[in-house]
Structures are given as C-alpha cells and as structure tokens.
C-alpha cells in the first residue's frame, strides 16, 4: 500500500484548518509541505515520524506547535530542515534545542520576543544553543532568592556591611532586579556575544562601530537603572 511507502507529501495551499491524522502515520515519509495553508495548532500530531527529515510549515496560522518537538526529539534525530517562519507563534518552545541533527530551522515572521533578532542573525546552531540554554537554566523563584540562608549574612547584610551579599545576589535575584534591568542585561549579553564573536560572523567595520555603540549605551541604561532600583530601595 502507498502508506507504506510514500516518502514524499505535498499538501501546501488547500486552505487545511487541521492536521491530517494521516501525515503522522507514514513511516518512510522524507518530506512534508503543509506551507501555505490555514493551521492553528498542531495538538493532533501525535506519535514520531522517524524518517522525517524536511518539514514546512511556514505561512500557516500557527499559534502552538502541540506535541510537534516531543515527536520530532523521538524521532531519533532524522529532521534536518524545520521551516516555521510567517506564523503567529508568540513562543518558539525550548525543546527545539534538543534536534541536534536540524541543519535550518526558520522561525522568521513569528511575533514571538524569547529569540532575539541577535541570536536569529547567527543561525540555526546559535538558535538551538540559545533554546537549550534556556530550558536548562534553572527556574529561580521568590521564595528561594528572597532571603540569603546563612543568618549571619543577613544581620551583616542588614546592616550595611561591605561584601556581605549572600552569593549570586547581585543581577540574579529575580524578585530584587526589576523587569527593565532582567531586560538590558539579557541585551547587554547578546550585543557583547557578538561583538566578541564578530570576526567569526563576518561583521563589517560598520557593524561593529554600531554595535559596539549599542552595547555602551545598553550598559548606560543598566548602570541607571540599577542606581534608580538602590535609590527606591
């Protein structure tokens, strides 16, 4: 039977508003284009395709990507070209930087703002790295970083005394910095990322005078911030 075989799908511009079941039950599909169609969600893909090596699912109206990254991470790493660009994804979801074996991975013309226009100018390697770091960095909550654990450091600390932060208090306590501040260091990091890395990306003299410019003025906003934050303190 053909489902047996097919290895090729082409299923671009039919205006589909869902998933066909049928997509996902193909066990020697290579390719397959859903571009160009009507797609919301993807909550019926179920189960892994492990031949699958090029999947389009660009110009659709994707607003989750439902059980798609935990299918494609049991694949055993056969998908190769991910394309997810002009979609209206307002979180491209970590579990993406597990596929290794990705080569493209588009996610251009999403409204999303966790993958900054910095990482995406890398390419796909600094986008999988960016994801991975950022389902593996741990989660601090207020109740863990609200107080130091050694007493002692919080009476010094209370009282004023130099260098009695309890360690990692500084730029890590989510609960003492403010959204704004979290903001310009995770901007501040990027723009210094690539100016450290420039030679390796090829950037022009140009792009470095400006990013170099974008980084001094990141850090002056930083630098005010975290005076505005003592100052209410």
Known sequence: PIRATLEQLDLSANALEAMPR?????PRLHTLTLA???????????GATPALAHLDLSNNRLRSLGGLPAALCASGGAIRTLSLENNELGEIPAQLGQLSSLHTLSIGGNPQKGVRTAVLEKGTLAV?????????????????????????TAAAGAAGTPGAAWPGA?????????SKEAQLREALREAEARLNG??????????????????????????R????RKEQG
């Not at 049928?22 to 193909?26: D, H, I, M, N, V």
């Open 22 to 26: 049928c997509a996902t039950r193909l």
């Open 36 to 46: 160009h169609n009507r797609l919301r969600s993807l909550d019926e893909w179920r």
């Open 128 to 152: 999988l790295a960016f994801l991975r770091d950022r389902e593996q960095r741990p989660r601090a909550t207020c109740a863990a970083s609200a107080a130091p654990t050694d007493p002692a």
């Open 170 to 178: 500084e730029g890590t306590n989510a609960c003492a910095a403010s």
């Open 198 to 223: 420039s030679g390796q990306y090829g950037l022009s003299e140009a792009k470095r005078f400006a990013l170099k410019k974008e980084a001094a003025k990141l850090k002056a906003e930083l630098l």
């Open 225 to 228: 911030e975290q005076r505005r």
